[in-house]
């Protein structure tokens, strides 16, 4: 399978990465970080402080609304919709880059609802989503929630009508009620998270055809595996980058061997998850979907966690940016499909397939898998 870029997607990922530096440089990011969430207002964890999410939504509405004119949540409406209709592939290129630079929000919702939920295309509508009881992400501030319950989709929508409140004030607390939610400290300060028990029984039904929430699950689990993918990415540069400056007995760390080693191990386990979610955008089929999330999963968070023990003392200071990193990939690594739901499923489908075993050519049985209670 050939996993080489075109001219056009190419393009597509240095336009993105170009446009993202401008919208969302590092300082941008750390005003966030250090604010203890987007609109530092505090949370259940305390404002300033590691872990400390507000639920003031205006900064990621504000941010919402230049991604929106820049066509990040329309780029596979049709273009007789104001999309630009590009496929899957491309669209996990765009949310590689997302992941790079730790963009804050609930991007694959708002991503997947538009076309379904008004101003979602545009950037106008901030919406979340919830597949299963358990977290969801900027609750208190977004304007709809797709609700996945198995294979049937609803849209469950505070009404703001066409011109939402900037600030969000309107919202907050709107979609937590109607969903019996409650606050919860996250460990990521730029997502703040309230905990569903569980999903209401009819609210949020909408006469009409709608996509399968089966397609759209495995879209955003995919989408998700992407950003981790740009996160596992970019703390490999910032590790190649810092072990290259840092010296210590007059020479750079970065010429120890078991840093070289370190530092090659963080950049196979990164190689593999892009080779995983890229052949996954072409597939999309349950178990390479699955394979792309558990690659990109591991290769985001033990990425993060190789690069803050090769930045040494620095490394475990709020300061060092690999923390967003780390802590932003343990939420992903919850979101849509968990290592465990992941390792089941590939294992239902391998039993399927070899229901008497596995064998290594005709008629030779190797192992045969036995599922026992004991």
């Not at 939920?117 to 977004?142: C, F, I, K």
């Not at 905990?195 to 995919?222: H, T, Y």
Request: glycine share 10%.
């Amino acid at each position: 399978m050939e996993f080489q870029l075109n001219d056009d997607q190419r393009a597509l990922r240095t336009g993105t990465r170009q446009l993202l530096a401008a919208l969302f440089p590092r300082e941008r990011l750390r005003a966030m970080v250090d604010a203890g969430g987007p609109g530092g207002a505090g949370g259940p964890g305390g404002a300033g402080r590691p872990g400390g999410a507000a639920v003031d939504g205006a900064s990621v509405r504000e941010l919402w609304r230049e991604l929106g004119a820049a066509g990040f949540f329309s780029l596979r409406l049709p273009e007789e919709r104001g999309g630009t209709g590009l496929g899957l592939p491309e669209t996990v290129l765009v949310f590689e880059e997302a992941g790079r630079v730790l963009l804050p929000g609930p991007l694959v919702a708002t991503h997947l609802a538009a076309g379904l939920v008004e101003g979602a295309a545009e950037g106008r509508a901030l919406v979340t989503a919830l597949d299963r009881p358990g977290p969801v992400e900027h609750l208190a501030s977004a304007d709809a929630v797709l609700l996945l319950d198995r294979a049937t989709l609803r849209i469950l929508r505070t009404d703001p009508g066409p011109d939402p409140d900037p600030d969000g004030d309107a919202c907050t607390a709107v979609l937590p009620r109607a969903l019996r939610a409650r606050s919860v400290r996250a460990v990521d300060p730029t997502t703040p998270l309230h905990l569903v028990s569980q999903l209401p029984d009819d609210a949020g039904a909408v006469p009409g055809e709608l996509p399968d929430a089966v397609r759209l699950r495995r879209e955003a689990a995919l989408l998700t595996a992407a950003l981790q993918l740009g996160s596992a990415l970019r703390t490999v540069e910032m590790t190649v980058a810092h072990v290259k400056a840092r010296s210590q007995f007059g020479r750079p760390v970065g010429s120890f061997q078991a840093v070289q080693h370190l530092c090659a191990r963080m950049f196979v386990r990164a190689e593999i998850a892009r080779c995983s979610v890229y052949a996954a955008s072409l597939t999309v089929t349950f178990g390479d979907v699955s394979r792309a999330k558990l690659l990109a999963d591991t290769a985001a968070v033990r990425n993060a966690r190789d690069c803050l023990q090769l930045h040494g003392g620095f490394g475990f200071t709020w300061d060092a940016d690999v923390h967003p990193h780390l802590k932003r990939a343990w939420v992903r690594a919850a979101q849509w499909q968990s290592a465990a739901e992941a390792e089941e499923g590939l294992a239902e489908e391998l039993l399927n397939e070899f229901p008497a075993g596995l064998s290594t050519g005709p008629g030779e049985v190797v192992a045969n898998v036995e599922i026992s209670s004991e």
